[in-house]
């Protein structure tokens, strides 16, 4: 017999189902549209806000040791997106330390980047970059007197929020029609999704291509590209994640990739076989 649960918290944030099972412990899934999230109650939700913005995770030191691996990254994110949209206005959402900020102006993108935690944004302003220190949202950008903008850019976020609808209908409300909206965030059809992404503190939500594309759909927007992708990766940084469960194996290894070379094969490898991410472009109708 299905277990169901209907606890008023607990259903699928992305569909309104309350038929939710437990799937892989601490996930649940909805029975509906197969979305999978961890449920999070309201007390949860404003403790995890809290910790976004006194950098207790998602740190700015994290970020500051991926640098030069997340700009390998985000040059073919950004490639990718030229082949939609010539540069023009774009809104990094949880920007961090203002990597991808920094090289989307590189590349002619007139940028502005929303960031909670205080010391990344402190960091990304120092770099001479745009940027509001706060959660992003449409009251956010009313406030700060900000119209409307051509592409907005979310990478790796969408798994950190509780309501990836709300956050969605409020980029909807920012981008000029025929704006593209561009996500990257993991896959949890991929064994290495399930295996090493799944954080309890940092990821609450988890997409598969179906509920990415269903998200997109059903908020206003025309899916452009949707694709598996992989990334270079810093594994000694990944190692000292906080949040990450990792195994004996797995802390050797990151151990090991101390040594800057075995880093560098270590990185290459895993981008190869590792398609563990949706990159995913949308287009407002
Ligand atoms: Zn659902």
């Not at 029609?177 to 988890?206: M, W």
């Not at 906080?242 to 802390?251: G, I």
Request: proline share 3%; with cysteine; charged share 25%.
């Amino acid at each position: 017999m299905i277990e169901i649960e209907e606890k008023k918290e607990n259903f699928c944030r992305l569909c309104g189902s309350y038929f939710v099972k437990p799937f892989k412990e601490p996930l649940w899934k909805c029975l509906a549209c197969s979305f999978c999230f961890i449920p999070v109650s309201k007390d949860r939700e404003t403790e995890i806000l809290r910790q976004y913005s006194l950098d207790q995770v998602s740190t700015a030191a994290y970020y500051k040791k991926t640098v030069e691996i997340d700009k390998k990254n985000f040059y073919q994110r950004l490639k990718t997106i030229e082949r939609f949209i010539c540069p023009t206005t774009l809104v990094d959402i949880g920007s961090s330390v203002g990597t991808f900020s920094e090289l989307a102006q590189e590349f002619g993108w007139q940028s502005l980047a929303f960031e909670p935690n205080s010391v990344a944004a402190s960091l990304a302003e120092q770099k001479g970059l745009r940027i509001i220190n706060d959660f992003f949202s449409f009251e956010a950008c009313q406030k700060n007197s900000l119209t409307s903008f051509d592409c907005a850019v979310l990478n790796d976020v969408l798994e950190h929020v509780v309501d990836p609808v709300s956050l969605l209908k409020d980029v909807g409300k920012i981008l000029n029609v025929n704006g593209l909206v561009v996500i990257t965030t993991p896959n949890i059809d991929s064994y290495f999704c399930r295996r090493y992404q799944i954080k309890p503190a940092e990821h609450l939500v988890y997409f598969s291509k179906k509920t990415l594309r269903q998200i997109l759909e059903n908020n206003g927007f025309e899916v452009l590209l949707c694709q598996s992708v992989s990334r270079f990766r810093h594994v000694a940084a990944a190692a000292k994640n906080p949040t990450a469960t990792l195994s004996v194996f797995d802390k050797i290894i990151g151990f090991i990739a101390k040594i800057n070379f075995i880093n560098f094969f270590l990185a290459w490898g895993l981008k190869i076989f590792v398609k563990d991410e949706i990159f995913i472009i949308g287009r407002k109708k």
